[in-house]
């Protein structure tokens, strides 16, 4: 039975130390066979722990593989050439100077850190040491996400008809029964071959054959080994978690299924008796693992600790693998485990037996933990000694042993135990029997409060091993039956899934402007906004101070003429009959009365009157206008007006063209002369005004052109279909050279629009922000009919305000505040400051910050924080720069 | 994404006024490549017409090659080939033009708007599965139908449309997005081997389509 081959041989390290492996062999199986027996040491009192499930679901194999913590070398698959080493020792496996923490339990009862360490300061002073002594494998450092060293994971979807979970017969069975009636069917399943507990029992060798062969062969039937499901959520979505055979990081699988079949079986779970948690001690399926699957003999000479047919099948294995059988104990005959580290021998009234081995035939538990997720309760069944699936959800249904069919309880429930500080209810935190009977004592006497103040049932088998065994403390204690005490909620993840997993491939959406190649064959500096690459700058030589490329490019703008990518921009086409009544409904300004070829600022507002978003609408037609949001809030903003439009019946068609569109903003004193170059239109004032737009074609390319100034100088905002955008842009530059044209970025257009005390909604702006108080109440038309904000905006307009928003001169040179510095009264804070930069054309910083209204006073000083002191400045309420607006209207 | 792929030495050709990438390697290997396991190409190219209003759910009978999407209630995606372009935009402006003034359609060019990429192959339903949760099985998502979904949150529309016996998908993102989807369906078909194809072989693709 054994899946090895002798011949293939290869090694792997643990801890430096060559481990040899055969084909086939687990880790965990390898390390055995080459005599290793601790394999990890336990969470709180660090004591040596040995292989105990050989099936994933306990903590006494977690170890760190190829710096990854956490693996269960027990069913890992070995690989040539792994690194693998243990964690939470110190300073090795085999001695551990911290065990000597149980020497020293009696200071450390449960829930003793709460009680201990009342007052933050000791909290924070102990805490680093608590955490470093106990725990589980610690996260691997954060690797440069760039050097390409760090792991990526992919995520995959499978819809399918019929979803089975479990591999072995049941599953098995199920599968081929849906597949047989015509359905789509996959077959998720932990193990690496089909079969389940078929695959390591002898006698049913031919059966677990003939049964997969049946499923492989099966139409329609897709089966993902070595696949765990975590989660079983609404509508049939199942997570699913999947090892690659070859190693490397484990994939997310979201599968979405008409029905699903539970077929996971039952997990074994060990017995109450003190010292049950010594190396040697094992669960007999562990040993059937180590024996069926590897060929492994676990021991020299056994104790079987069970009853019944079960333990009569493990002596007769035991015995056919050459292992001497020293005696089979009924549960309750246990005393304990003798031993240090070793289980050398079981102790009962009788005396003691020595032994190597201690087979423990434990409860076996039905996995229903996904049934539950679904909807499905679990009730105590007294004839089968388990917690069973009742109440299932339509779609979902179990099958096979996790049903409880052919259950029978190992021990009677509730179970008896010791009050012993060595018997171990829960192997993941260490929480003994006597824990439990302490909680229980101390008032946290149900199933979840228990659970939440010793932490029984919440490590890495997330009680796949002890749930039962504290339910039956708790039921025993409190005198309340099995099912009067009650199951914990099971919850997902379970089994535990590493977050990269959860997170996904890396590769976040990245939009790029038609320009984007242009920009970086110019030397762009890029920034990330939102989603969108922009260029900061433009960089000439790569040792020019950021200071020197941004007054570059402002002095271009200011003195002659600049250009720059305003793609990013949310660009919306409404169109329809009923365009004006919906923009006039959804924003502060009239947009109904607006003329054709004219441009307006364009507020929105909440009910509250917030102020949402800001942009520009220019009306192209009658039942035609092109609105501009603001980059970030572009899918808000589409939705808001579908969100308003719904219901009312108004002819309104609503089109996000933003990718459709390459759009650019040439500006500055020479904008007109670069620009008449490249279209026929007529620039001059006297035929396009300020705020005013026109169709036509610039290099050839049809155009929207409108004449707005976020930069304050004379400027058109240029929109020309994606594909004719790099013409465009080339051709601007060219006709812009003789004049000194220069592109610029983002941080220059901060600079130059702060000047102007320009308004970045969402930067400048807040979730409290409205337009009284942001200094723009120009914006709002309270006497047109409703709209979104008019009732709020007219309260807030008679209303004190609370804040507003100002703008400062700092007197003192060379000092720059940061975005978000404190603005500071008698050496209180007074406000914030949301922008700042300095300014070229003051010699100065300048900048805009929100202060309390009665501090909101023209001229007055104030004192800014910069590098951690106060500096001074003075508010100037109108613009830093051309306030009357004279070189807009050029 | 020319511009892009010429950068990493595909040959790139100007087809009815369109910078087009004509192969990555070669035809041949393309087509081989793309029968065998799965390809992908960039159609954004494609003319594509947003058909809003009135009762565009049941448009006219349009240009044989031209693929209808309906989007919503109300709004239909119309696609064809470059050659079928202005017989199509004809088609729907004077459908358009025929609608009464109670219920008008509005007829938008929005060809640059979209990135379009055709994913290809007997694979392709498996790279389609590690981007999107979508049931892209033939009763599910039949040849000519489509479906809204999301590409790693981000908006999409994948419509099918089979090359003859090769199933093949085009999927539609904003074309902001178009360089980012891009390289992540190639990421995705990697253990798949997929290969990126160019014109030549997709029309030699093409002619296979009834």
């Known amino acids: 039975m054994a899946q090895a081959s002798p011949s293939e041989g290869f090694s792997f390290l643990l801890n430096d130390k060559p481990i040899q492996a055969k084909a086939g062999d687990s880790i965990g199986a390898a390390m055995f066979r080459a005599g290793v027996r601790v394999f990890t040491r336990s969470f709180k009192h660090h004591r040596p722990r040995g292989l105990l499930c050989v099936a994933g679901n306990c903590p006494n194999c977690l170890m760190n593989v190829d710096g990854t913590p956490n693996v269960r070398v027990c069913t890992t698959p070995a690989r040539p050439g792994m690194r693998v080493a243990p964690q939470n020792v110190f300073p090795s496996l085999e001695f551990d100077v911290l065990a000597a923490s149980q020497k020293f339990d009696w200071l450390m009862p449960v829930g003793w850190y709460y009680k201990t360490f009342t007052r933050r300061p000791v909290w924070n002073a102990v805490e680093p040491f608590i955490r470093k002594a106990a725990g589980l494998g610690e996260a691997p450092p954060s690797i440069d996400r760039f050097s390409g060293e760090d792991p990526d994971y992919e995520q995959r979807y499978v ?37 389940g507990h078929l695959r390591f029992t002898p006698s049913d060798a031919e059966r677990r054959r003939v049964l997969a062969g049946q499923v492989e062969a099966a139409q329609g039937v897709e089966v993902l080994s070595r696949a765990q499901c975590f989660g079983l959520y609404e509508d049939g979505l199942l997570g699913v978690v999947q090892l690659p055979r070859d190693g490397g990081e484990e994939s997310l699988i979201h599968v979405r299924a008409e029905r699903v079949v539970v077929a996971t079986g039952v997990i074994e779970a060990p017995l109450l008796f003190e010292n049950n948690d010594l190396v040697g001690v094992m669960l007999s399926s562990g040993v059937e693992r180590l024996i069926g699957l590897y060929g492994i003999v676990p021991g020299r000479r056994a104790v079987i600790v069970g009853d019944g047919p079960r333990a009569g099948r493990i002596a007769s294995l035991l015995k056919d693998s050459g292992v001497d059988v020293a005696a089979t104990v009924r549960p309750d005959q246990v005393l304990s485990v003798t031993g240090a580290a070793q289980a050398d021998g079981v102790r009962t009234a009788g005396g003691k037996i020595p032994c190597d081995l201690v087979v423990v035939c434990g409860h076996l538990v039905p996995n229903a933990g996904l049934l539950h997720q679904a909807g499905g309760s679990l009730d105590w069944s007294d004839e089968n000694g388990a917690f069973l699936p009742t109440r299932l959800p339509p ?16 021990v009677p429930s509730p179970p008896a135990y010791p009050d012993s500080k060595r018997c171990y209810a829960c192997l993941c935190e260490d929480v003994t029997t006597s824990d439990l009977r302490t909680a229980i004592r101390e008032g946290f006497d149900h199933i979840e409060t228990l659970k939440r103040y010793t932490t029984v049932s919440m490590g890495p088998c997330q009680g796949r091993m002890c749930q039962i065994s504290s339910i039956g403390v708790c039921a025993r204690e409190t005198g309340g039956g099995m099912g009067e005490t009650g199951v914990t909620t099971s919850r997902p993840p379970n089994p535990s899934i590493s977050l990269g997993a959860l997170a996904g491939p890396r590769h976040p959406p990245v939009k790029r402007s038609p320009l984007h190649h242009e920009h970086e064959a110019l030397g762009a500096v890029w920034m990330n906004m939102g989603q969108w690459k922009r260029p900061r700058y433009y960089a000439p030589e ?12 402002y ?17 919306i086409e409404v169109r329809g009959r009923d365009s004006g009544k919906l923009l006039d409904k959804v924003y502060t300004h009239r947009f109904g009365s607006l003329k054709a070829g004219r441009v307006r600022y364009a507020v929105i507002c909440d009910e509250t009157g917030t102020i949402l978003d800001d942009g520009t609408i220019s009306r192209l037609a009658d039942d035609h206008y092109f609105l501009t949001t603001t980059t970030g809030n572009l899918e808000f903003v589409v939705q808001w007006l579908e ?40 620039l001059e004032t006297a035929a396009f005004k300020y705020m005013a737009c026109r169709r036509g074609e610039v290099a050839g390319a049809p155009a929207v052109l409108l004449r707005i100034g976020f930069v304050g100088e004379m400027g058109w905002e240029v929109h020309v279909p994606a594909d004719y955008g790099v013409h465009v842009w080339r051709s601007v530059l060219a006709a812009g050279k003789e004049h000194g044209i220069l592109p610029f970025g983002v941080e220059t257009q901060r600079v130059l629009r702060l000047e102007k005390k320009h308004v970045i909604v969402g930067v400048d702006t807040d979730a409290l922000s409205n337009p009284y108080e942001a200094d723009i109440p120009w914006v709002t038309k309270l006497e047109k009919q409703d709209f979104i904000g008019k009732a709020s905006l007219g309260t807030l307009q008679s209303a004190a305000a609370n804040e ?19 603005v500071m009264l008698d050496g209180r804070p007074a406000g914030r400051v949301t922008s700042a930069r300095y300014s070229f054309v003051n010699g100065t910083a300048v900048g805009l910050a929100w202060v309390s209204d009665e501090l909101a006073e023209e001229g007055r000083e104030i004192d800014v924080r910069v590098g951690g002191k106060p500096a001074r400045a003075r508010i100037q309420q109108a613009a830093f720069y051309d306030p009357e607006g004279r070189r807009l209207r050029m | 994404m020319a511009e892009r792929c010429a950068q990493s030495g595909a040959t790139v050709v100007v087809e009815r006024g369109w910078e087009t990438v004509s192969h990555y390697t070669s035809p041949e290997e393309e087509l081989e490549a793309v029968r065998r396991s799965v390809g992908l190409a960039d159609l954004s190219r494609i003319p594509k017409f947003d058909v809003r209003g009135g009762c565009s759910d049941t448009l006219p009978e349009l240009d044989a090659q031209a693929g209808i999407w309906p989007q919503r209630p109300g709004e239909t995606l119309v696609t064809c080939p470059p050659e079928s372009a202005a017989a199509v935009r004809e088609q729907l402006d004077r459908y358009a033009s025929a609608a009464g003034e109670d219920a008008p359609v509005y007829v938008s060019d929005v060809t640059a708007v979209y990135t379009a990429l055709m994913l290809a192959g007997p694979e392709s339903g498996n790279v389609l599965g590690r981007l999107a949760d979508i049931d892209a099985s033939d009763t599910a998502l039949p040849n000519l139908d489509c479906v809204q979904t999301g590409v790693h949150h981000v908006h999409a529309m994948v419509a099918r449309q089979d090359l003859g016996p090769l199933p093949a998908y085009l999927i ?13 369906v190639m990421l995705a078909g990697v253990s798949c081997g997929i290969q990126p194809f160019g014109s030549k072989a997709q029309q030699t693709l093409e002619a296979a389509r009834p």
Do not use: C
């Open chain 1, 395 to 410: 779609h979902v249904e179990a099958a096979g042993q996790v049903k409880g069919s052919d259950l029978t309880a190992a």
């Open chain 1, 555 to 571: 002095r271009a703008v200011r003195e002659r003429v600049g250009v720059v990518d305003v793609g990013p921009l949310g660009k």
């Open chain 1, 804 to 822: 507003r928003l100002i703008g400062f001169t700092m007197l003192e040179d060379g000092k720059v505040p940061e975005d978000g510095s404190s």
């Open chain 2, 172 to 184: 539609f993102t904003g074309r902001e997005y178009g360089e980012w989807l891009w390289d992540t």
């Open chain 1, 159 to 195: 819809h399918t008809e019929v979803a089975v979970l479990g591999g072995g017969p049941s599953g098995l069975t199920a599968a081929l029964e849906a597949s047989r009636q015509g359905s789509r069917v996959t077959l998720i399943d932990e193990q690496p071959q089909l079969g």
């Open chain 1, 542 to 553: 790569p040792d020019w101070s950021e200071q020197r490329i941004v007054e570059r490019e």
């Open chain 1, 643 to 682: 969100w308003w439009l719904v219901e009312t019946g108004w002819d309104v068609h609503i089109a996000d063209v933003t990718g459709g569109r390459s759009s650019i903003n040439v500006a500055g004193p020479k904008a007109r002369e670069v620009l008449a170059e490249l279209t026929d239109i007529d």
